[in-house]
């Protein structure tokens, strides 16, 4: 057995079993179109993505090999065929999931053939790509939200290059880029560490894909700029993370001798995202926002089972999903007290690039939200 797994390549099996899997998906949808792919891929991955590209779109439903869009539930629920609306279900989180573990799998053996740096500078060189996924995402929010005659709007099927999941990989290339642009420079000496051009090209995306956002602001009176969100978002999740930081190197500071800054960063990407599902659940009127609804599973119950334990008055004061506030800052404390030295001695590939995900499941999604609610739409 010992045998056998010494003559294994990890990287070469890995490649074979996606491979493997992507052919069985592949044949599955030719040999089987209505269950394979319109009972199974269409349903949970691609038809949300198109109902979610599509304007004034309430679901999509594929029948007898068909797509049509409907603007009202109760349209959907009657309609024949397999309905897809925008967002997660159980069945696709569940499988992203899945997927999730096994891309990090092939990436930390990407970076094991690389002979990478592990150091905090190569998480902290990441962080500007995070913000990146987050701000491309609303790109095609407003392509969605001006309409299709737009100057700044993005047609379908290329925006689907914009939304979950596909977002994922247009993010992970650029970021792949970057790292290999960056280690081919330092190899040849036109820098000393890697780190510095990936942050740069980190940077460079990030602000381009703001300057964007910033142009639609101008160019249509759809969009448009509340400055409350961010101040409120950004500037509350500083100090409640600021503020959690400072009990934590006080009382317990053995939760963040592993991960050092590296936690407060993870502490606060995570609140933004707790902070912004706020803004936008419960306060949206407020803030003359339009009205938001929860895209994901946890927020999603959390905001529906809150007001029916609390009482309705406190609902009315601060609403139903400060929750998840507290949910995202005790799992990212969590997090940064499980990443410990011993971790980082034993495996600082495989906990750098776990750091890195547990940054982007937080701040990804948070720093869209936020961006959204910013620009009102």
């Known amino acids: 057995m010992d045998e056998l797994s010494d003559r294994i390549d990890p990287a070469r099996a890995w490649v074979a079993v996606a491979g493997a899997i992507t052919t069985l998906l592949v044949l599955g949808s030719a040999l089987f179109p209505s269950r394979v792919y319109a009972g199974f891929l269409w349903r949970y991955y691609w038809g949300p993505v198109v109902a979610d590209g599509t304007r004034g779109a309430e679901c999509a439903v594929r029948h007898n090999g068909e797509t049509t869009f409907y603007g009202s539930v109760a349209q959907c629920q009657e309609a024949a065929g397999y309905a897809a609306t925008p967002g997660y279900t159980t069945v696709s989180t569940v499988t992203y999931a899945l997927v999730l573990v096994f891309m990090l799998v092939g990436v930390y053996l990407l970076i094991k053939r690389l002979d990478f740096d592990y150091s905090p500078a190569t998480f902290y060189a ?56 960056g280690i081919a420079l330092a190899r040849r000496g036109v820098v000393e560490r890697f780190q510095v051009p990936l942050a740069a090209v980190g940077a460079v995306v990030l602000t381009m894909t703001l300057a964007w956002l910033a142009y639609a602001v101008q160019a249509t009176d759809v969009v448009g700029f509340n400055a409350i969100v961010p ?20 009382f317990a500071p053995h939760i963040n001798r592993g991960t050092g800054y590296m936690g407060l960063v993870i502490i606060w990407g995570h609140l933004v995202d707790g902070i912004a599902n706020v803004l936008s659940l419960d306060f949206g009127p407020e803030l003359g926002l339009p009205a938001y609804g929860p895209k994901h599973v946890v927020n999603g119950f959390i905001h529906n089972f809150t007001p029916k334990v609390q009482p309705a008055w406190l609902t009315e004061t601060i609403g139903g999903t400060w ?47 936020f961006l959204r609610a910013t620009l009102g739409i």
């Open 323 to 369: 929750p998840f506030i507290v949910v995202k800052l005790a799992a990212a404390v969590f997090v940064v007290w499980v990443f410990d030295e011993r971790i980082f001695d034993e495996s600082p590939g495989y906990a750098l690039v776990l750091l890195v995900t547990v940054l982007a499941v937080g701040l990804g999604p948070g720093s869209r939200d």
């Open 126 to 181: 990441l962080v500007p790509f995070v913000f990146f996924g987050g701000a491309l995402r609303v790109v095609e929010d407003v392509s969605v939200a001006v309409g299709p005659d737009s100057p700044v709007a993005i047609p379908f099927p290329f925006s689907a290059l914009f939304i979950s999941p596909f977002i994922y990989f247009t993010v992970f290339f650029v970021t792949l880029s970057g790292v290999l642009g």
């Open 231 to 250: 101040l409120v978002t950004l500037g509350g999740a500083t100090l409640l993370a600021g503020a959690t930081w400072v009990v934590i190197e006080q």
